[in-house]
């Protein structure tokens, strides 16, 4: 069975503070690929970022980062410096195929 | 640019209604999706395609049904609405079969079934 948790509910910060959102997937396949994605509150999501599994890779972009460990099936968000403008609903994804699995989103409010 | 469109942002129904959400993307991507978002529940799959007149039912498809008739857009329909039905809706599509290729989402539509 596929399976991403994000525990995190709901996450405050003040702004500049760093935050990392955690993400934990379950899957038997050796293939896979994980995503988050952005909801802001305009409703839209936005894609962020794909890794596949067998790139274990970290990666930076910018105020971004994100910490992929098969070891502990975990994919983790990290926001250095958060903004105002980090405030949204972020979303974890496993693709299997052509199926997306989602976590519940953990909601981030970066207060001024 | 990717464009997904949705063809309401809000929808009020009553119950017993037949309701028709619409999706169309201009990318000439093959596969659509339709989820529905509830707190605390994330994004659940109800039905999804791979191409024209081609469907699969996702996680929750029960009370819903689909349709693809062309290749850019994507129809749900409820039959007959019902309260718990009440969701935001939300319509995304993607390119080819591959893992690799991240969805593209609409705005969504808020339904509200009263």
């Known amino acids: 069975a596929q399976k991403v948790t994000q525990a995190q509910t709901e996450i405050s910060v003040v702004e500049k503070e760093d935050v990392t959102l955690d993400c934990v997937y379950e899957?038997?396949?050796?293939?896979?690929?994980l995503f988050w994605y952005k909801q802001p509150p305009s409703g839209e999501l936005v894609f962020l970022i794909r890794?596949?599994?067998?790139?274990?890779q970290n990666e930076i972009s910018g105020r971004y980062s994100w910490n992929f460990q098969k070891s502990t099936s975990s994919f983790n968000f990290t926001i250095t410096a958060s903004q105002v403008v980090d405030s949204a609903v972020y979303f974890c994804?496993?693709?299997?195929?052509?199926?997306?699995?989602f976590g519940s989103g953990t909601k981030l409010n970066v207060k001024p | 640019d990717v464009k997904v469109t949705q063809s309401s942002r809000y929808l009020v129904k009553r119950t017993g209604e037949k309701v028709f959400l619409e999706c169309v993307q201009d990318?000439?991507?093959?596969?659509m999706f339709w989820y529905r978002q509830d707190p605390g529940l994330g994004l659940r799959l109800i039905y999804f395609?791979?191409?024209?007149?081609?469907?699969e039912k996702g996680d929750i498809p029960e009370g819903y049904s689909v349709s693809r008739e062309k290749k850019e857009r994507f129809s749900l329909i409820l039959e007959s609405a019902s309260t718990n039905q009440t969701s935001m809706y939300l319509c995304?599509?993607?390119?080819?079969?591959?893992?690799?290729?991240?969805?593209?989402f609409g705005p969504g539509t808020r339904l509200t079934v009263l």
């Open positions: 995304a599509s993607s390119l080819g079969l591959s893992g690799y290729n991240e969805q593209f």
């Open positions: 994804a496993l693709r299997n195929f052509n199926k997306f699995y």
């Open positions: 990318m000439d991507h093959e596969n």
């Open positions: 899957t038997r396949d050796t293939t896979y690929y």
């Open positions: 395609s791979y191409d024209v007149k081609m469907k």
């Open positions: 890794r596949n599994s067998f790139d274990e």
